[in-house]
């Protein structure tokens, strides 16, 4: 007979709702957002950090909440940010790749065409 954790601890286990959801959101675009304005590389360590959290406590909370990884929640979102610099500005796309949070280039070209199959400059073109 198997026992859950919390059962051998009499401890329940806790239920996350909405309203955690938004909390993840709000203080992941704020942080994002610092990252952006201090052209500086997203990290989920550091994000944990700036929640004063450990990574570990705020990787399985996200993992709860969005069900994925923080490094890939965040990566979502670094990205819907460079496609929409990459819509309405006309920043070189070494520049959007800074701006948005990625630590170089290759790394934002890399996930960029992971996810779309195109490049950036590919994906700019084809969004006039």
């Known amino acids: 007979m198997t026992t859950s ?10 239920i996350l709702t909405h309203v955690h959801r938004q909390r ?11 990252c952006y304005r201090q052209k500086t590389a997203v990290r989920a360590s550091e994000l ?30 670094q990205l819907q ?9 006309p920043l070189p796309v070494d520049e959007i790749a800074l701006c948005s949070g990625f630590g170089t280039p290759g790394t934002f070209y890399r996930c960029f065409y992971a ?3 195109m490049t950036p400059g590919a994906f700019r073109e084809l969004k006039k």
């Not at 954790?5 to 806790?14: D, S, V």
């Not at 993840?24 to 610092?34: G, T």
């Open 81 to 89: 940010y460079a496609e929409q610099l990459l819509r309405v500005t």
């Open 48 to 77: 944990a950090s700036f929640l004063n959290v450990t990574p570990e406590y705020l990787s399985g909370l996200a993992r709860r909440l969005t069900g994925q990884t923080l490094r890939d929640f965040l990566r979502a979102k």
């Open 5 to 14: 954790f919390f059962a051998a601890t009499g401890r329940r286990p806790r």
């Open 115 to 117: 996810k779309h199959a």
């Open 24 to 34: 993840l959101e709000r203080s992941s675009d704020h942080y994002l957002q610092l």
